[in-house]
């Protein structure tokens, strides 16, 4: 079992920046890929970066020049730095953990951080 436990959400102005952080632990060896998802109140979740084993990072096109993954492998944490935050990046995120090269949705998530663009 892997868990995953979330911080760093909250409510920004749009234009604002906020980092979220995943730390990642329990059986963590086979995983080889993080990624963060987001859920807006009546849309699916969708992804928005994942980073995998070797450090090749996948954007969902909206987010593009303005978020960025990283991951400190020596604290087992991932990071979600956003920036130039929009109102319509306001939704729950969500950190992903899994052992299927980014095919998908991996087996493990967090339980979610808030975050609100608004004025």
């Known amino acids: 079992q892997v868990q995953l436990v979330e911080s760093g959400g909250g409510l920004v102005q749009p234009g604002g920046s906020l980092r979220l952080s995943c730390a990642a632990s329990?059986?963590?060896?086979?995983?080889?890929?993080m990624a963060w998802y987001r859920q807006a109140p009546g849309a699916q979740r969708e992804m928005v970066a994942n980073?995998?084993?070797?450090?090749?990072?996948n954007y969902v096109d909206s987010v593009k020049g303005r978020f960025t993954i990283s991951r400190d492998n020596a604290k087992n944490t991932v990071y979600l730095q956003m920036n130039t935050l929009r109102p319509e990046d306001t939704a729950v995120y969500y950190c992903n953990a899994g052992t299927n090269w980014g095919w998908g949705p991996g087996d493990y998530w967090g339980q979610g951080t808030q975050v609100t663009v608004s004025s």
């Open positions: 329990g059986s963590i060896v086979s995983i080889n890929t």
């Open positions: 980073i995998l084993n070797g450090g090749r990072t």
